[in-house]
């Protein structure tokens, strides 16, 4: 499965963004999805995650609360929504393809990744 995403830009804090990562391929809907962001001189970290079906869903500590996922088969699109932005977030986003039908948050578990999308939140 190949994998795009977009959707990033900058937005002051506080705003709101919303990424998309577009899937290729029949058997996205068999495949658990997560976001993952990367700050500059940091490590990949886990955003969120979806289920195949959409039913069951989990974001980390840092945006719960704030970041919702969630994913439509029908379009073959996996989507986050990024409310009440901080400086903190800024970050390239990452979409990414799990082994297997649910997700993850070790990025070891994933075998499909988009390119990223840059989010930047001003002070």
């Known amino acids: 499965v190949q994998l795009q995403a977009s959707g990033g830009g900058l937005v002051q804090a506080g705003g709101s963004l919303r990424l998309s990562c577009a899937a290729s391929?029949?058997?996205?809907?068999?495949?658990?999805m997560g976001w993952f962001r990367q700050a500059p001189g940091k490590e990949r970290e886990f955003v969120a995650g979806i289920n195949w079906s959409g039913g069951s869903t989990y974001s980390s500590d840092p945006v719960k609360g704030r970041f919702t996922i969630s994913r439509d088969n029908a379009k073959n699109t996996v989507d986050l929504q990024m409310n009440s932005l901080k400086p903190e977030d800024t970050a390239n986003y990452y979409c990414?393809?799990?082994?297997?039908?649910?997700?993850?948050?070790?990025?070891?578990?994933?075998?499909?990744w988009g390119q990223g999308t840059l989010v930047t939140v001003s002070s």
């Open positions: 990414a393809a799990a082994r297997g039908s649910y997700y993850y948050t070790e990025s070891m578990w994933y075998d499909y």
């Open positions: 391929g029949r058997t996205f809907s068999s495949y658990g």
